[in-house]
T-cell receptor, first 112, second 117 residues
Framework: QKEVEQNSGPLSVPEGAIASLNCTYS??????FFWYRQYSGKSPELIMS????GDKEDGRFTAQLNKASQYVSLLIRDSQPSDSATYLCAVPSGAGSYQLTFGKGTKLSVIP | GAVVSQHPSRVICKSGTSVKIECRSL??????MFWYRQFPKQSLMLMATSNEGSKATYEQGVEKDKFLINHASLTLSTLTVTSAHPEDSSFYIC?????????????FGPGTRLLVL
């Protein structure tokens, strides 16, 4: 059973700061990693995917992957109050096609 | 990305009644869909995998006779909560598989909030 671990938070950062969200996973053979954002009362929304070691940037978001350390992170630059949400890390579960194992999520609060 | 819809978005029902929730892939076909449940302030819990043309696969601890899943077509899966009780009140979310950047992932519907009185 694959495991995905995240700090539940809440993580509070001031507006304009960099928010750093971390995720570790148990299965060394995992090849793809996803970050979802879930606003309160809403369903998860895919915001980033990463497959190769290193950084992947998309606007204010940067995903970082280190397969040797089994660690994936999400950086949010110039954090805005609208970024306040729970961020879920996910990896393929291997149980079947397209099945994902989700972390419990980190709640981020951006303080104006 | 893919668009997945759910209907209804919110439903209130009396204890003992059945509630049907629809999940549709709007611009693509999905032979598989996933049903999740999420209680307040808790993480997503996969309930079952819906398979077009065959029986759904239920996760351990999920009662298949209580949560009936029918994958009627390549764009529609339904979840029926039978004889609903207050403890079934939750946020039910479906998802459909999609390829994002060459890897298999899921896109989620907007969810259905069920309140059983």
């Amino acid at each position: 059973q694959k495991e995905v671990e995240q700090n539940s938070g809440p993580l509070s950062v001031p507006e304009g700061a960099i928010a750093s969200l971390n995720c570790t996973y148990s299965d060394r053979v995992s090849q793809s990693f996803f970050w979802y954002r879930q606003y309160s009362g809403k369903s998860p929304e895919l915001i980033m995917s990463i497959y190769s070691n290193g950084d992947k940037e998309d606007g204010r978001f940067t995903a970082q992957l280190n397969k040797a350390s089994q660690y994936v992170s999400l950086l949010i630059r110039d954090s805005q109050p609208s970024d306040s949400a729970t961020y879920l890390c996910a990896v393929p579960s291997g149980a079947g096609s397209y099945q994902l194992t989700f972390g419990k999520g980190t709640k981020l609060s951006v303080i104006p | 990305g893919a668009v997945v819809s759910q209907h209804p978005s919110r439903v209130i029902c009396k204890s003992g009644t059945s509630v049907k929730i629809e999940c549709r892939s709007l611009d693509f076909q999905a032979t598989t869909m996933f049903w999740y449940r999420q209680f307040p302030k808790q993480s997503l819990m996969l309930m079952a995998t819906s398979n077009e043309g065959s029986k759904a696969t239920y996760e351990q601890g999920v009662e298949k006779d209580k949560f009936l899943i029918n994958h009627a077509s390549l764009t529609l899966s339904t979840l029926t909560v039978t004889s609903a009780h207050p403890e079934d009140s939750s946020f039910y979310i479906c998802s459909a598989p999609w390829i994002a950047g060459g890897a298999e992932t899921q896109y989620f519907g907007p969810g259905t909030r069920l309140l059983v009185l």
